[in-house]
């Protein structure tokens, strides 16, 4: 199935962002969902509203620092769970992430 354009530059945003540690690369153990709280959302930079789906994740990075949570719609969840999913698979097949 094609992508559309969005779905393409949002692609695109959350595989920078991984590579730069603007957002995790792998998605934790835990998660909240319900429903939007007027939270940015972490990839699209949009307000998630009331009527829609939010997911929030609590964070740690590798070197242990505090911990920071991270919304997303739950459209914009599956595009990072499925860069998520590209950038390990990349990883142990390829050795490396382009």
Same mark, same amino acid.
């Given at each position: 199935?094609?992508l559309?354009?969005?779905?393409?530059?949002?692609?695109a945003i959350?595989?920078?962002?991984?590579?730069?540690? #603007?957002l995790?690369?792998?998605?934790?153990?835990?998660m909240?969902? #319900?429903? #939007?709280s007027? *939270?940015?959302?972490?990839?699209?930079?949009?307000?998630?509203?009331?009527?829609?789906?939010e997911?929030e994740?609590? $964070?740690?990075?590798?070197?242990?620092?505090?911990a920071?949570t991270c919304?997303?719609?739950l459209?914009?969840?599956?595009?990072?769970?499925?860069?998520? #999913?590209r950038?390990?698979y990349l990883? *142990?097949?390829?050795?490396? $992430?382009?």
């Amino acid at each position: 199935m094609p992508l559309t354009q969005r779905e393409a530059e949002l692609r695109a945003i959350a595989r920078e962002r991984c590579a730069r540690g #603007g957002l995790p690369s792998v998605p934790p153990a835990r998660m909240w969902v #319900g429903h #939007g709280s007027g *939270k940015l959302c972490s990839l699209c930079d949009n307000v998630i509203q009331p009527q829609d789906v939010e997911y929030e994740y609590e $964070v740690q990075d590798d070197l242990g620092a505090a911990a920071r949570t991270c919304f997303f719609h739950l459209v914009c969840e599956s595009i990072w769970r499925l860069e998520c #999913g590209r950038r390990d698979y990349l990883t *142990k097949h390829r050795g490396h $992430v382009p």
